[in-house]
């Protein structure tokens, strides 16, 4: 280092003072500030004239040049260095990182913007940091890595839905996802047949970056539909210069990250013939030893099930124990990816053009997805001033689908059946019921099919004309095209098959959703010190979605799958639905002196799902900046490098309801093939978007030469008018109706730090840590309603003023009476009593489903031709319910299998337990309070990828640039305190913005193992 | 370039005009209130719609018979599956938040409000038909009513119905949610009221035939169930006496062989009123609950007790309708998929009329041993040639059983249900055989008052 900077000094020291030109052979090594590290690739350019040089692999340049020229070294991400030759012939320089927080490009909408001159929130990520992490979808590869976006994916389900969070919570009612924009076009994200993920039509390799709008100030320039936060999605365009090819193969293998434990057969009898002899000790007969009593007596109900169940073999010899919950994994499971790309260009046209094939085997049986994808991007300057180009992306996803988690045929629910249930009888057949406890969905392995295919086209063209070197106007074109299929076949042993010879239903979506953007933007400097930056235009629209499913049953055999071949057609429909967006926008950039910063924009959204009365809104936000670092008395301190203050505030919209809300409807039913109307919504004329009023304040530092940099953001989301389902008297015929009504706030705030720990030539060491905090409350809803109360028996989410949404509320358990067994309640909020009557405990808030922080830490080692890098992921505070608790932890309330840890049921007077006694039938405890209910926290190691390249000696004989062989290994370690599958878990068909923290039979994660390699040539 | 930018904005704002048309967007599936409620074809439609309520299986498409059997199980059948909800039913142990409880709720007020939008739409309706729209529409709202009551209060017989609290009326439709909307509950005097306005009104404007729908003599039969809640034999012998004699007239008869009259797939001659099911609208749930996976329902959740074959005189064939499936005994009556459920037979009306007859001392119609005998005649059992008024009301328990009639008569008649294990007795007046208000109902509405023992 110091000889580093005595090198720097020497120049400018001979700045000037030589006087003598001729030409000479100058010579010397570039090498990087950041690992000590020669860097190849620089170029040397004698400052005035286009004569230059490039380094070598080495570091080594080597130019001819006279005395009194001056040679400008530049690299990309490094600043620029300028050195006078004098009477040197060896000048070696270390290029300086461009100092990383204000000189990185961030997208916006509608353009891009420096890091240093940005006045609100933006969380950015290079697509390259999460190549090749082994995920269906781009989402779960952003998990943990961007501060204040909270992601989490329902199940280890394959293709189905993932949930984020952009700073909380802002709606009851309405959408809470982010808006998503590829290259521009706002694309289809929600919508699909049954759970089906639309962005897993997404092959994340062809991202560049991605960019979450997070504050007022970044998201208002997508006014009514940017309250949930924005994320912009850019894909890789090619460069100049040789077309450079990549060939990449990935191959891993997957389990679950976890299972439970059941009752094995000794166990479940002993268990189910003490629930059943419970109940007759307490009706007074003692079956065991009166045998007189036997005859009729509930043990003799359980034994006679036991014998069912049991099927051909004898439960009292304990002649079959099945691991059902075993039957529901697939121990083939794993990932497959081959990727292929060039890219490209000359001074007029540069390309991109990628494929790729994902396939992932899921850890559940009956459950895979494949992605096969394609993109080409093509940019061309047709002359100085005009320059089009096209994004083109197509893909195919292929998705072998599970049924909804509450469903007897997913997998999960296996374990229900009871261990002493042979799987086979003696055929050679599955055991359906009778035998089987329930339906063995084994049978659905053989015997159905289940694929959903989506075709995807999302393309887009663009021209940009340059009227001047400030004035500009860019048109964009979008077209998004989703295709869904799904073909379902149940055959005729199935439990939907069953009675009428098979049933199968074929179901077709397409949204074609179109989006143009038309916008100028203008760009000048005044008087060398006013920057000002102006982008102003209009976008449209529209969104169609058709759908149309038809179904039947009665096939001539199993085989014959497709409705070709039913006898009988039992039912179809066609839908049809859309809506539009007009909008005007206009947002202005200013800068002064290089450290004073300013933001105004605002938008004018028009919609037709908002009614009559208000068919536009305006959304207004404005932004401050202030560069402390560069004033004056901090410009050149290498303690405090980095220093900027930040301040937003503005109003956001959240239009995610439905498209005809507003109306007053009559529906169609139809009784006995007559057709007929009833009433399905109450109109409301004055419906309008939800209002997001966010305040944000922040400070970027960076601190020894930023070697480490870090954010700190504080912001208050304010969100009035709540698109609210307003629960109604059902004595009105209606359920709910839709108003704006109500207010909830999130307030929160956000850590970043980034540190180069070691940047050693062999070792080098870099740590990114970000950790969210976010406090939702609701704080009004419809005038004198202070609860939205549990809508399920099953489970507990609430809405509670002065809460959090989705809050758990029931009675609170209060564990097991020690004189009797009965299960018991608190009778009141302060706990002081308690009851054995369910219907007599106190509800209150008892859990929520909210995490009280969450984060990151990612770390990323070099050492030689090693490279090493984990993520831990970790969610805290947030608490689960276990919808399945009330049958398989339910100490023998039925004959499903129980968790192992029911045998700690009560059984004798005094015993001190929270398993009350065994009761066959009477619900001890079943029914839904906080006994099921566990803290969710969890840490988690998400990703760990060691990698190694091949040297460049090596390569060198092979011709090819580079070779790297890689370990990724996903969700390796999970450190929770959940005693269920899996602590990241969100049930599928309940899911919902109240619904959240519930486990319901839902599929483990996937813990995967794989082994890659990518070459460049 | 002036040119070019004047053409780019005259062509920009007639793109943006014809945009702003396009945030004026209508639906395809639904249409506005105001039209649905135009014309005569449309009226009559939404009268369609008012009879897919009452056909939901939160109704008449099976909850309402299978809650009728669950109250009355006395020993007889038993609740096996894992729905809790049935179960609670079953125990007369049910949880405020039981999730039937609050369907059927919620779905017959729906109906209600359906039939009130009717009602208050008559004038665009064809003079010709205008009748018999609102005696349909009259009828499904006092069914409607008389099945709430039935389940949501006390017995007419228990205490004193003016004061016992019944379920809210509501006799206009909504159009918006204001402070009418938050009611509080009537009577049970003033629903029975209200019943009985309806379906006495609703006779007399009903033509006695009308396809599968309302017509004279199914509202004659439901009027006869009502009079003999409130104990008034005579006024349940005339209206079932009308009921048979409007019915047979236009082709009714009993079935010959009793298992024939069952898992029909339209309406038998028997029939006086069932909810017709198909493959395109295919649920039952007393098919679902009592039938088995061979035929397309669920594990066989109610399974049939020895005590109750002990209910039937040897040689009846009735006995027929149990087989063994599952591991345990069932009843055929439900047996199969895609079948009407039947809601009011004419064997029922002979039943009713024997009994009013007797209790009256009267011969209506025909005497009381005679439509008994006509009942027995026909399950092989040898005609009676004395009666009493308990083999009436036996005859009627095994000519109906699993049909969902039994919890009402046990309570009109002032009986009891065994609890499944014996030990205990609940009363014709027990409050644990009364329904609690939906908790959801009683969150959304605090004008309501619970019903005793299910906490405030």
Redo the contacts between chains.
């Keep these: 280092m110091t000889k580093n900077l005595l090198s720097v000094f020497l120049c400018f020291f001979l700045l000037g003072s030589i006087a003598n030109a001729q030409t000479k052979t100058v010579t010397g090594t570039v090498i990087s500030i950041e690992d000590n590290l020669p860097l190849p690739g620089v170029n040397v350019i004698i400052k005035g004239t286009t004569s230059g040089a490039v380094t070598n692999l080495d570091g080594n340049y080597s130019i001819q040049a006279e005395s009194n020229q001056t040679l400008v070294y530049s690299f990309v991400g490094f600043e620029s260095h300028e050195a006078l030759i004098g009477n040197r012939s060896v000048i070696d320089v270390t290029l300086q990182l461009d100092a990383k927080t204000l000189g990185e490009v961030v997208v916006t909408g509608f353009g891009t913007i420096t890091k240093g001159d940005l006045t609100g929130n933006i969380a950015s990520i290079k697509g390259a940091e999460i190549a090749n992490i082994p995920v269906p979808n781009f989402q779960e590869a952003l998990q943990g890595r961007l501060a204040g976006v909270f992601v989490e994916s329902s199940s280890g389900k394959l293709g189905e839905g993932v949930k984020i969070r952009v700073r909380g919570t802002t709606s009851i009612s309405g959408g809470n996802d982010p808006l998503y924009i590829i290259d521009g076009l706002p694309i289809t994200s929600g919508g699909a047949i049954g759970q089906f993920n639309p962005l897993a039509d997404i092959n994340f390799n062809d991202i560049e970056s991605f960019e979450v709008l997070k504050d007022a100030s970044a998201a208002a320039i997508y006014g009514a539909r940017a309250a949930n936060g924005v994320v912009l999605i850019t894909t890789k365009s090619g460069a100049r210069g040789k077309t450079k090819f990549n060939v990449g193969i990935q191959r891993g293998v997957s389990s679950p990250t976890r299972k439970r434990e059941f009752l094995n057969a000794p166990e479940f009898v002993e268990l189910m013939r003490e629930a059943g002899y419970n109940?007759d000790l307490r009706?007074?007969f003692d079956p065991i030893n009166n045998p007189d009593d036997f005859a009729g007596s509930d043990l003799q109900f359980v034994e006679?099930?036991l014998?069912?169940y049991s099927g051909w073999s004898d439960w009292r010899t304990l002649e079959t124990d099945t691991d059902w919950q075993e039957q529901a994994f697939n121990p083939d499971a794993g990932v497959t990816n081959v990727n292929f790309s060039a890219s490209g260009g000359d001074e007029k046209t540069k390309f991109y053009f990628s494929t790729a094939y994902d396939k992932q085997d899921g850890i559940m049986i009956r459950n895979d997805f494949e992605r096969i994808s394609v993109r080409m991007n093509l940019d061309h300057q047709v002359n100085e001033r005009f320059t089009l180009g096209a994004n083109l992306g197509i893909s195919r996803t292929r998705n072998n689908r599970l049924a909804d988690d509450n469903q007897f045929n997913n997998p999960i629910q296996l374990v229900a059946l009871a261990p002493i249930t042979p799987i086979r009888d003696l055929d050679g057949q599955l055991y359906?019921?009778?035998t089987a406890?329930?339906?063995n969905n084994l049978i659905d392995s053989e015997n159905a099919q289940w694929l959903n295919t989506s075709f995807r086209n999302i393309s887009n063209i663009y021209g940009e004309y340059r009227?001047t070197d400030k004035l500009r106007f860019r048109s964009e074109f979008g077209v998004d095209v989703m295709n869904q299929n799904e073909e379902q076949f149940f055959g005729s042993r199935t439990?939907l098959g069953?009675?009428?010879n098979g049933f199968a239903r074929s179901r077709w979506l397409r949204i074609f959703n179109y989006n143009t953007n038309?916008y100028f933007t203008y760009i000048n400097t005044f008087a060398e010190k006013h920057n000002l930056e102006v982008v102003g235009g209009?976008q449209?629209q529209?969104s169609e979605d058709n759908f149309t499913s038809v179904e039947g049953?009665e096939f001539p055999l199993d085989e014959l799958r497709t409705l070709a071949s039913a006898a009988?057609i039992?039912?179809g429909t066609s839908?049809?639905?859309?809506?539009?967006f007009?909008s005007y926008f206009a947002r202005a950039n200013y800068r002064f002196a290089g450290k004073y910063l300013a933001t105004i924009s605002g938008r004018v959204d028009?919609?037709?799902r908002f009614g009559?009365n208000n068919?536009y809104g305006f959304f207004p936000a404005a932004s401050v900046g202030w560069i402390v670092s560069e004033e004056s008395f901090l410009k050149g301190n290498d303690a405090l490098s980095l220093l900027k203050l930040r301040a937003s505030y503005g109003l956001t919209g959240n239009a995610e309801i439905g498209?005809?809300d507003h109306?007053?409807?009559?529906?169609?039913?139809?009784?006995?093939?007559?057709?007929?109307?009833?009433?399905?919504?109450?109109?409301n004329p004055n419906l309008n978007w939800e209002k997001t009023a966010q305040f944000n304040v922040g400070v970027e530092f960076g601190i020894f030469r930023d070697r480490i940099t870090g954010e700190i953001d504080y912001y208050n989301k304010d969100t009035r008018d709540l698109l609210l389902n307003?629960?109604?008297?059902?004595?009105?015929?209606?359920?709910v109706?839709r108003q704006n009504i109500g207010r909830m706030q999130n307030y929160g705030f956000e850590l970043i730090l980034n540190g180069a720990i070691v940047t050693k030539q062999d070792f080098s060491w870099n740590a990114t840590f970000n950790l969210a905090r976010n406090v939702n409350t609701v704080k009004e809803l419809a005038p004198g309603q202070t609860?939205i109360?549990?809508?399920?028996?099953r489970f507990l989410n609430g809405i509670f003023i002065d809460e959090p949404i989705g809050v758990f509320y029931g009675p609170k358990y209060a564990g097991v009476d020690p004189a009797n067994g009965d299960a018991l309640y608190y009778l009141n909020e302060e706990l002081t009593e308690t009851t054995n009557n369910?219907?007599?405990a106190a509800r209150m808030v008892v859990g929520d489903p909210n995490p009280r922080f969450f984060g990151g830490i990612t770390n990323n080692f070099t050492f030689g031709n090693f490279d090493a890098s984990f993520l831990f992921q970790g969610v805290f505070g947030n608490d689960i319910f276990d919808g399945g608790g009330?049958?398989f932890a339910a100490n023998g309330d039925?004959f499903?299998n129980s968790t192992r840890d029911q045998l700690a049921r009560w059984q004798n007077p005094g015993d001190i337990t929270m398993i009350p006694q065994a009761r066959l039938?009477?619900?001890n405890g079943?029914?839904a309070s906080s006994r099921y209910l566990s803290d969710g926290s969890y840490v988690r190691l998400r990703t760990l990828t060691i990698g190694y390249t091949l040297p460049s000696t090596l390569l060198n004989k092979m011709k090819i640039s580079t070779a790297r062989f890689y370990f990724t290994g996903q969700n390796l370690l999970t450190f929770t305190k959940y005693a269920g599958w899996d602590p990241e878990v969100n049930a599928d068909y309940l899911a919902s913005n109240v619904f959240q923290g519930n486990d319901f039979y839902s599929a483990p994660q996937a813990r995967i193992f794989s082994l890659g390699l990518n070459v460049g040539f | 370039?002036k040119k070019y930018i004047i053409i780019a904005i005259l062509g920009?704002s007639t793109?943006?005009s014809s945009?702003?048309d396009?945030?004026?967007?209508?639906?395809?599936?639904?249409?506005?209130?105001?039209?649905?409620l135009s014309n005569d074809a449309?009226v009559k439609?939404?009268?369609?719609?008012?009879?897919?309520?009452t056909?939901s299986v939160a109704l008449y498409g099976g909850r309402l018979q299978l809650y009728a059997e669950m109250l009355g199980a006395n020993g007889e059948v038993r609740w096996e599956g894992?729905f809790?909800?049935p179960?609670?039913i079953f125990?007369k142990s049910i949880?405020?938040?039981?999730?039937f409880v609050e369907g059927t709720?919620?779905a017959a007020?729906?109906a209600?409000?359906?039939a009130?939008?009717v009602l208050g739409a008559l004038d665009v309706v064809n003079e010709d038909d205008r009748n018999r729209v609102r005696g349909e529409a009259l009828f499904l709202r006092g069914s409607m009513y008389f099945e709430l009551i039935k389940l949501y209060g006390l017995p007419f017989v228990a205490g004193n119905p003016s004061t016992n609290l019944g379920v809210?009326l509501?006799l206009a439709?909504?159009?918006?949610?204001n402070d009418d909307?938050?009611?509080s509950r009537n009577t049970v005097q003033e629903i029975y009221n209200q019943i009985l306005s309806d379906l006495t009104e609703a006779e007399s404007l009903l033509p006695p035939s009308n396809s599968?729908l309302a017509n004279s003599y199914v509202t004659a039969g439901q009027l006869s169930r009502v009079y003999l809640q409130l104990e008034r034999f005579g006024d349940a012998r005339d209206a079932a006496n009308r009921a048979i004699t409007l019915a047979t007239g236009t082709g009714k008869s009993l079935i010959p062989v009793f298992m024939e009259a069952f898992n029909t797939e339209s309406n038998s001659a028997e029939d006086l009123y069932a909810i017709?099911v198909?493959?395109?609208?295919?649920a039952n749930d007393m098919f679902l609950f009592y039938s088995?996976?061979?035929?397309?329902?669920r594990?066989?959740d109610v399974a049939i007790l020895a005590n109750h074959l002990e209910q039937y005189e040897p040689g009846d064939f009735r006995l027929s309708q149990f087989y063994t499936?599952?591991?345990e005994l069932r009843t055929a009556k439900w047996r199969d998929?895609f079948r009407n459920v039947k809601v009011i037979r004419l064997a029922e009306m002979y039943l009713t009329r024997a009994e009013a007859n007797f209790r009256e001392s009267t011969a209506i119609g025909d005497t009381p041993l005679n439509d008994i005998n006509r009942i027995r005649a026909r399950v092989n059992l040898p005609a009676k040639t004395t009666l009493t008024l308990a083999e009436i009301l036996q005859e009627r328990k095994v000519e109906l059983a699993h049909e969902g009639h039994i919890i009402h008569d046990v309570k009109r008649t002032r009986g009891s249900i065994n609890d499944n294990?014996g030990?205990l007795v609940f009363p014709f007046d027990s409050p644990r055989m009364v329904f609690p208000i939906?908790?959801?109902?009683m969150?959304?509405?605090p004008n309501l008052v619970q019903n005793p023992g299910?906490?405030n």
């Design positions: 109940n009706n007074g006679s099930r014998n069912r359906d019921r009778p406890t329930y339906y009227f439990n069953l009675s009428t038309n209009m449209f529209k049953q009988e039992t039912g839908t049809f639905t859309n809506f539009t007009l028009g919609s037709s009559d068919k498209n005809f109306l007053g409807l009559y529906g169609p039913v139809s009784y006995a093939l007559l057709p007929g109307l009833r009433p399905t919504q109450i109109p307003v629960p109604v008297p059902a004595t009105s015929g209606f359920a109706q609860s109360p549990p809508s399920s028996s369910f219907n007599d009330g049958f039925w499903d039938g009477e619900c079943c029914q | 370039m920009l793109v943006f945009c702003n396009e945030l004026f967007l209508t639906p395809f599936q639904s249409i506005d209130q105001s039209i649905a449309n439609s939404v009268l369609i719609g008012a009879y897919s309520e056909r894992t809790n909800q179960r609670e125990n949880f405020v938040n039981n999730s709720w919620a007020y729906r209600i409000n359906v009130n939008n809210p509501i439709p909504t159009r918006e949610i909307s938050f009611v599968f017709q198909n493959t395109q609208d295919p088995l996976p061979e035929f397309g329902a594990g066989g499936g599952a591991g998929q294990t030990d939906p908790q959801r109902e969150d959304a509405n299910y906490g």
